[in-house]
């Protein structure tokens, strides 16, 4: 038995007392974290149960959509975000020192894509959101290009020169 102070009056009572023998207010009774994480999982289970009804919302979006393999904006959409996973270190071994990139928390590290070679499916992609350090110390704003093969996962080559897109 442990004492606790009233919430009316402040007078000490017992925790089992159904009501304070000052001022007679009953405790307030405490919600446990149990009762908490019972109910986040009921919620969770009937999201669960409502979304399982449809099945296309649950696959993933490049089996929903498959591109025509001569539909560049198609393949440059579908690859964009494998780009900036893929090409990010092979551009980075491009500068002879140390690399900042400048792209935001969710902006994309490449901002446009053409086609290198249409017959095999290879795209480059193009940005300008990083600086290379020179000797001095001083960053430079350059423009990487990467190469990316059909598999969006395969990096065939990268160049940079320095400078801002248009």
């Not at 009316?8 to 009762?35: F, M, R, V, Y």
């Not at 996973?85 to 020192?97: D, I, S």
């Not at 792209?103 to 959101?129: C, H, L, N, P």
Request: proline content about 3%; aromatic content about 8%.
């Amino acid at each position: 038995m442990a004492l606790i102070k009233c919430h009316e009056c402040g007078h000490e009572i017992s925790t089992e007392a159904k009501a304070c023998p000052q001022c007679g207010a009953e405790p307030k009774q405490k919600t446990g974290c149990l009762a908490y994480i019972g109910i986040f999982i009921v919620v969770c289970i009937i999201i669960n149960a409502f979304s399982k009804g449809d099945e296309t919302s649950s696959k993933p979006q490049e089996t929903q959509a498959e591109c025509a393999k001569t539909d560049l904006q198609c393949l440059g959409d579908k690859g964009i975000v494998s780009a900036s996973v893929y090409c990010e270190r092979a551009v980075e071994r491009l500068a002879a020192h140390s690399v900042k990139w400048t792209d935001g928390t969710f902006e994309q590290k490449f901002s446009r894509f053409r086609w290198k070679d249409q017959a095999s499916g290879v795209i480059t992609y193009v940005g300008d959101k990083a600086e290379f350090q020179n000797g001095f110390g001083a960053f430079t704003p350059m423009i990487y290009e990467c190469d990316l093969a059909n598999d969006n996962k395969t990096v065939l080559d990268t160049r940079a020169t320095e400078g801002r897109l248009p």
